[in-house]
Structures are given as C-alpha cells and as structure tokens.
C-alpha cells in the first residue's frame, strides 16, 4: 500500500491507495504536451520588467505572486496572483500557479530574470510520483493541468525553473529586496531590511500609475462587462423586492455576470438598498430590496489579466425617485458632474474631488445643514459627516491602485495621459443622525465612474450607464 506520509494535500478522509493502482497511474498516459505563444500582454510585461531592472542595477529583487489562502479546512480561497507579479509578467488569472516566485538576479548587464514555478505533475515517477492524483491542492486531476516549465518559458518570455531550486538560486551573497510578505520561504530566506523593500513596494506600485496601451485595453473590456452587470441588475431590480433577502438576488445578478465575463469580482458587491446605502462598503447584502427604497450598487469586474472596473450606481426600486430622494441624488449628481469637468492632463489629482466637494457644501449649506449652524464659519473638512470619505481614486490591477504609492505621485500628484481613476462623490445621512430632518435620514447616494485621462481631457469608460435622474428612471422602465 503506498503511504500517505510527506505527500502534500491529502486529506484524513483520503483512503491509501493501492500498489498496483498506484502503478497503473504511472503508465498509458499520451504525450500532452504543448507549444504555447507568448501570454497577451507579454512584450508590455518585458518593459516592466526593464524598468526594474534599470532602477535596482546590482541588485537581486524577488517578487512572488503569494500562495493560497485557506477558506475552511482543506477548500482554498480562488488563487490570485499579487498584482505586483501580474503586472511584471501579465499572467492571466485561470493560469495563474500559486507560490510562483520571479527573480531577477543581477549580471554585468543588467538582470537575469527567472521564474520559478511549480510545473506540470509528472506521471512517469519523479519525487513526488502520486501528486498528480493524489495531492488536492497542486495535483492536476484535482485542480487542472499547469504548463510545462517549456511552456512556462515561452508563455512569458523569461527562463523558467522549478520552484524546489529556488532555495538554491538565493544563496550567496547579494543584495537583496523582496516584496515581503506573500511567499513565507522567501521571507525566510531573505534577511529583512525594511527601508529596501518599502523602495521596492513603492516603485511596483508607482510603476502602475500610468497604464500602457495593453492595459488600457483591458480596464476597457473590464469596465464594459462591469456595465453589462448594471444592465442585469435594473431587470431584476422588481424580482428582488418580492424576496426576504432581495440584496443578495442583486449580489448574485451582478456576480453571474462578473464570472462569464471574466475571471469573477474585483472586489465584493456592495447592494444596499435602504438605510444600508449608508455603510459605505455594506457587504453582507442580507436585507431586503422593498419598493420606495433606494438601491446603491457599487461593483466591478475582474477580467481575466486581473484589471478591474469599479462603478456605483444608486437606483429607485420602484423605477421613480420620491422628491426628497432625488433632491439628494440631483445634488450627489451636480458634485459628480464638476469633479469630472475638473479632470484633464496637468491638473492636480485633489482637484476633481476639491470641485465635487465645493458643490455638495454649497448644496448642504442652502438646506440649512451647515456643520455647526450658519453663524459659524464653513470648515469643509466637517461636512466629511455626510460625505464620510474622498471622491475618487486610481484603478486598474486593485480597484484601489497603486496603494503604495507616495503621496506626492498620487494624491498631491498631477494628472497625465494614461492614468485611470473613479469619479465617486457620494452623501450618506445616518438614519440615526440628530443633526439633519427625518426625511433625510436613512438616505446614501453615490454614484461612480471610471475615466481614462487623455491627451485632451478624458473618456469615461463607463459612459454606457445613464448618469442623471430622469435617464436612471427612463434606463429601469426599459428594463423592466
């Protein structure tokens, strides 16, 4: 009987297998193999891979792609590669192979990168025979087949080893920095040195501020499937109020749209109808959708190179704003509209939010809700009591991009062709909120889209979405 012992991923509940069945697992296996062109996106991961290269010379950098994540017992979460690694390699999501690792090791002329990786399962015997049927976690017959390290090479243009040598390939003395944190054996490995490795998470992030034509090209088809998910939901929106649980009838339209599309979610649907449009990221989506409510929908599409859409649309359920509603949402709307006429290449990236905020105060302040009453002077910072948080950020790989980037790059930075940020002004009025009438309370409105910066000005990539008041009740008529 062949033991269980040392044989990653299987289970107490997996029964031994027997020798000859363990033998006839080693033969009558055609020759898959298979001649790969290079992944979409190759030749722009190769000038990535140049610019680190060119800021790091002599230096040995380590970037993995981060390993799974347990959900419950032996079921892992879906892998997704750091989006550091995905954007040096531009690996596509359903081929991604969990504790991947890219080095790039320094030569006289620049880098020799290697990408070392788990490869196929061998069937013909090797050190670890039985993985391929028998490891839940890695093995082919339970995950899927993984490419060769032939393959491997020719799909991303780099050399391709396995990940057993990467030990080995760090060793000796060289400087080093690593993205820490995603692979633990590269932590071990690696001494840490604190400020090299802030530098190198800095650089990975400011690297992706300004999108190439390839990525462009991808937040346009994400964004696309993340507006035909919007279109999905005004034609359930009806459906969902007859359910107990109508915000997850919502959730699952949007997803099943985010999964035929592309890879799955950018990040969680947010549909929240009612008080809940309040809780800026309301996830858990367990209440009901009733008729007279509004509904906040904010999501997005992950495609499958992992470039996300990030849209937020608040909707009537009942296809018609009330009157106090729509004064809400026209002025969510007016905020919304100047922060867009403030993007252009040159400008600030403060400004778009700056110019939305000026007409949500100046809004609030003619209703009578000025901060601290009309005899003390207007502080714009405590408005953030209805407003709770910024107007907008960069997008593309994470649906909040380039996280790691230094302020004066990002938010006191300047505006240039090929970035993409949201446009997302929003109010939310407590329904517990003493401060502002009834009629108010419990009311959150937002509404979100995605603009590619040009030469000129810039392209609102989620256009195919109506954005004002009678265009929202016109748009969920039609639906219905």
């Known amino acids: 009987m062949e033991q269980q012992g040392g044989l990653r991923g299987v289970g107490s509940h997996d029964r031994a297998v027997p020798a000859a069945l363990a033998e006839s ?38 970037v993995p792609s981060g390993g799974l994540k347990a959900r419950s017992n032996d079921f892992d979460y879906p892998f997704r590669p750091h989006s550091a690694f995905i954007h040096l390699t531009a690996e596509q999501a359903t081929q991604a192979v969990p504790d991947s690792v890219l080095v790039f090791e320094p030569t006289g002329t620049g880098h020799a990168v290697t990408l070392f990786t788990r490869p196929r399962s061998r069937r013909d015997g090797g050190a670890d025979p039985a993985a391929f049927y028998r490891d839940r976690r890695h093995g ?17 243009r780099v050399e391709a080893a396995e990940r ?78 007859g359910l107990e649980r109508g915000e997850r009838w919502i959730e699952g339209t949007f997803n099943r749209r985010a999964r035929l599309d592309g890879y799955g979610l950018g990040f969680e649907t947010i549909a929240a109808a009612g008080a809940h449009a309040c809780v800026l990221h309301w996830m858990r989506n367990d209440g009901p959708v009733r008729d007279g409510d509004l509904l906040l929908l904010d999501a997005g599409v992950e495609a499958d190179s992992c470039y996300t859409g990030d849209v937020t649309r608040t909707l009537p359920v009942s296809g018609r704003f009330t009157d106090v509603q729509r004064r809400v ?30 007409v949500i105060v100046e809004g609030l302040d003619s209703w009578g809700l000025r901060p601290g009453g009309d005899a003390v002077p207007a502080d714009t910072a405590l408005y953030g009591r209805y407003t709770v948080c910024g107007s907008g950020h960069m997008l593309g790989l994470d649906c909040h991009d380039c996280a790691s980037a230094r302020q004066q790059r990002y938010l ?33 409105v937002r509404i979100e889209d995605d603009f590619l910066i040009t030469a000129d000005g810039a392209t609102c990539l989620s256009a195919g979405l109506p954005r004002d008041a009678d265009e929202v009740e016109a748009w969920i008529a039609s639906r219905r």
């Open 25 to 62: 697992f080693r033969q009558g296996w055609a020759d898959s193999s298979r001649k790969l062109p290079p992944v979409p996106g190759a030749l722009y991961a190769a000038e990535r891979r140049a610019a680190v290269s060119e800021r790091f010379p002599g230096e040995r950098i380590i």
């Open 140 to 156: 082919e017959f339970w995950v899927g087949r993984r490419r060769t390290l032939s393959e491997t090479a020719d799909a991303f």
């Open 164 to 241: 057993d040598d990467l030990e080995r390939a760090l060793a000796g003395n060289v400087p080093t920095r690593v993205l820490r944190g995603e692979d633990a054996l590269v932590d071990a490995l690696v001494p840490p040195a604190p400020q090299a490795e802030a530098e190198l998470a800095t650089f990975l992030s400011e690297l992706r501020l300004v999108k190439d034509a390839w990525e462009i090209e991808q937040l346009r088809a994400a964004v696309g499937s993340t507006v035909a998910g919007f279109h999905d939901v005004a034609g359930e929106l009806r459906h969902a109020t």
């Open 329 to 358: 949402y026209d002025l969510v709307f007016a905020a919304q509209s100047a922060g867009i006429a403030a993007l252009r290449p040159g400008a600030r990236f403060g400004d778009f939010h700056d110019a939305a905020t000026s």
């Open 412 to 444: 006191d930075g300047v505006l240039e062709p090929g970035h993409v940020l949201t446009v997302e002004p929003g109010l939310y009025f407590q329904p517990d909120d003493l401060t502002i009438p009834e009629e108010l309370r419990g009311i959150g």
